[in-house]
């Protein structure tokens, strides 16, 4: 899927996942680069999370290989994975109160001391990581009493306080209005320029036309596309993904919208 002449940080080759006799990933195979943005797009229940699971070490039981910076991540425990890969969930709801700085500081467990409290260089991160994201002003608020789009962007704080190279993103804007997740993605494809790795999972095609530059198109456990996201997005695949008929136009700009074809009376 690469093509930029830099050095892959993620090759997933050949990657076969089964729960119990039913088979979820059918030989998945893609790489990503720095500074990559790619955009895995698919149905409910196609295995775009199991997808993650196993690329973050959570699922172990696959076939085939994930290779972080050209090794196996088999062979790395979970405080060296810390340290190239961060995962962002969707927003959530703490069992207790943190305050958003805490939260931030939950991302640099890897680099201190197991229970000690965080040295110089973690706040700093912290810090930095929110003044990246233009929330520097939120250290002192409550998670919990922010907005959903604000609690994204911390929790994506969160991320880069770990100082990894690669975000790994699930359904980042879901159950998020439609200013928050132009906000959330635009951050997202910011970072990407800056020279960060990113793979979101998203069910909105534009999503991946308006942000992402590649795609990875699941379909039945297989891949029904992939390739940057102008060029592999059409109408058919859209039917194919979702079962529904789609327009997509070109604008002056050479920016691609898509619009469903509505079938009502």
């Known amino acids: 899927m690469s093509g930029n002449g830099n050095a892959v940080l993620l090759d997933v080759r050949k990657l076969n996942f089964w729960y119990g006799e039913r088979q979820i990933l059918r030989d998945i195979a893609f790489s990503l680069e720095k500074g990559e943005f790619l955009a895995t797009l698919g149905p409910n229940g196609v295995g775009k999370s199991t997808l993650f699971r196993c690329i973050l070490g959570i699922e172990r039981r696959y076939q085939g290989e994930i290779l972080l910076d050209n090794e196996d991540i088999r062979r790395k425990n979970p405080r060296t994975m810390a340290k190239t890969i961060a995962y962002v969930p969707q927003t959530h709801y703490p069992s207790f109160n943190y305050s958003v700085m805490d939260m931030v500081l939950m991302g640099t467990a890897a680099q201190g001391r197991e229970w000690a409290?965080?040295?110089?260089?973690?706040?700093?991160?912290?810090?930095?990581?929110?003044?990246?994201?233009?929330?520097?002003?939120?250290?002192?608020?409550?998670?919990?009493?922010?907005?959903?789009?604000?609690?994204?962007?911390?929790?994506?704080?969160?991320?880069?306080?770990?100082?990894?190279?690669?975000?790994?993103?699930?359904?980042?804007?879901?159950?998020?209005?439609?200013?928050?997740?132009?906000?959330?993605?635009?951050?997202?494809?910011?970072?990407?320029?800056?020279?960060?790795?990113?793979?979101?999972?998203?069910?909105?095609?534009?999503?991946?036309?308006?942000?992402?530059?590649?795609?990875?198109?699941?379909?039945?456990?297989?891949?029904?596309?992939?390739?940057?996201?102008?060029?592999?997005?059409?109408?058919?695949?859209?039917?194919?993904?979702?079962?529904?008929?789609?327009?997509?136009?070109r604008d002056e700009d050479g920016r691609i919208s898509c619009t469903p074809l509505l079938n009502y009376r």
């Open 117 to 249: 409290s965080p040295n110089t260089r973690q706040k700093r991160n912290a810090a930095e990581a929110l003044e990246r994201l233009g929330i520097a002003d939120f250290g002192g608020r409550d998670f919990a009493r922010l907005s959903g789009g604000e609690q994204q962007l911390v929790l994506i704080a969160r991320a880069l306080a770990q100082e990894a190279r690669l975000l790994v993103m699930d359904e980042p804007t879901a159950n998020l209005d439609y200013g928050n997740q132009i906000r959330v993605l635009s951050q997202v494809k910011n970072l990407s320029a800056q020279g960060y790795s990113v793979i979101i999972s998203t069910h909105n095609p534009e999503h991946a036309l308006l942000f992402a530059g590649m795609v990875l198109a699941l379909h039945n456990g297989g891949i029904a596309a992939s390739g940057p996201a102008a060029g592999v997005l059409n109408a058919g695949l859209i039917r194919t993904l979702y079962g529904v008929e789609a327009r997509l136009r």
